[in-house]
């Protein structure tokens, strides 16, 4: 796809300066520009980056142009460079994934309700009962189970897995390998051994959700495993049966919560976070990267560590723990010459 710097001026509402025929096909970033491409200089630090700039359109805040343009490319000016860039990122996203139709070889129960200018891809298999909104895509090799609920203008990415019963609300984006609905880890001890406890809840995934690539969300024991409005997860995480997670909340790479555990709105949790089961993590909460959380958490609460605390009293004890050898030299030297004293 190629677009002219007039086409890109006006999807951002910006000016041109320099030749509005001029086009590009791709997109680069500000330190590698080559002919064709798009790139944008958002902060001043990149400034050193014009000089010398290959790229064919450079898209630039108002505030950061230089006084000298002759030797510049072709110049697009907007108020925000990063943020009319992250338009055009998505609007070019949209044009790519622009696919309808259905490929073969896929199956498709008789008892399907197919929604309007659908994309369903090559190998993905649709059982009974499954109801898809309009303008979703599901991509090759997914799986959705019998009576799976799928809204609209979702993205379902290759090798998805989502269980019988599961509901996906609309506006939803689910990476490739994730898998949505599978059991609870969910066993019961006995003499002989651990028997099978059976989960017979689902997954609800609301509105404006995404899911990163090879999570694992697992149906209920009974009721729901529930991922509220706006939540953004990243890859590779875990949640367990019966976990609430709340809305705008934001998980980080390999955090795992564990069962019946009930998380906030707005909250934000670091990378490899553990979560207990069966506790209650406030709203706007912050959890640092590695935290182990083993108690609830109240609202606003921002904690470090494992097991974690207050994040301001961890780097006041941080600052303690790199000086422990030198502290145990001292009190042992002061124990030492204490019993000297002593003696003498």
Same mark, same amino acid.
């Given at each position: 796809m190629k677009f002219s710097a007039q086409q890109i001026a006006d999807l951002v @509402? $910006?000016?041109?300066?320099?030749?509005?025929?001029?086009?590009v096909s791709y997109i680069s970033k500000i330190e590698d520009g080559i002919p064709g491409t798009l790139t944008f200089l958002g902060g001043e630090k990149y400034q050193e980056f014009l000089k010398g700039n290959k790229a064919s359109i450079i898209l630039i805040s108002e505030k950061l142009i230089p006084q000298d343009i002759s030797e510049l490319p072709t110049i697009i000016s907007v108020e925000d460079a990063y943020s009319a860039f992250n338009q055009?990122?998505?609007?070019? @996203?949209?044009?790519?994934?622009?696919?309808?139709?259905?490929?073969?070889?896929?199956?498709?129960?008789?008892?399907?309700?197919?929604?309007?200018?659908?994309?369903?891809?090559?190998?993905?298999?649709?059982?009974? @009962?499954?109801?898809?909104?309009? @303008?979703?895509?599901i991509y090759p090799q997914a799986y959705l189970g019998d009576n799976v609920v799928i809204g609209e203008n979702c993205l379902i990415g290759p090798g998805v897995k989502i269980y019988n019963d599961c509901i996906i609300g609309n506006n939803c984006v689910i990476h490739g390998g994730t898998v949505i609905g599978a059991d $609870?880890?969910?066993?019961?001890?006995?003499?002989?051994?651990?028997?099978?406890?059976?989960?017979? *809840?689902?997954?609800?995934?609301?509105?404006d959700v995404e899911i990163g690539a090879n999570c694992t969300i697992d149906r209920a024991t009974i009721g729901s495993t529930l991922i509220k409005k706006g939540v953004k997860l990243d890859n590779l995480i875990q949640i367990a049966?019966?976990?609430?997670? *709340?809305?705008?909340?934001? #998980?980080?790479?390999?955090? *795992?919560?564990?069962?019946?555990?009930?998380?906030?709105?707005w909250?934000?949790?670091?990378?490899?976070?553990? #979560?207990? *089961?069966?506790?209650?993590?406030?709203?706007?909460?912050?959890?640092q990267a590695q935290s182990g959380i083993t108690n609830d958490v109240d609202n606003n609460e921002r904690l470090f560590g494992s097991p974690a605390i207050?994040?301001?009293?961890?780097?006041?004890?941080?600052?303690y723990f790199k000086q422990l050898p030198e502290i145990i030299k001292r009190i042992e030297k002061l124990e030492k010459d204490s019993k000297t004293q002593s003696e003498s």
């Open positions: @509402n $910006g000016k041109v300066i320099g030749n509005p025929e001029e086009m055009l990122l998505r609007f070019y @996203n949209e044009m790519k994934e622009k696919k309808t139709g259905v490929e073969e070889p896929v199956f498709i129960s008789n008892n399907v309700t197919l929604g309007k200018d659908l994309f369903i891809g090559a190998f993905a298999y649709i059982a009974s @009962n499954v109801k898809i909104g309009n @303008n979703t895509k $609870g880890f969910g066993f019961s001890q006995s003499k002989e051994g651990y028997e099978k406890v059976p989960q017979l *809840g689902n997954v609800i995934i609301e509105d049966h019966n976990v609430e997670v *709340g809305q705008h909340t934001v #998980i980080a790479s390999q955090a *795992g919560v564990a069962g019946s555990s009930k998380i906030g709105q909250s934000m949790i670091g990378g490899q976070v553990g #979560i207990s *089961g069966h506790l209650k993590v406030g709203d706007n909460v912050i959890l207050k994040y301001i009293k961890y780097q006041k004890s941080f600052v």
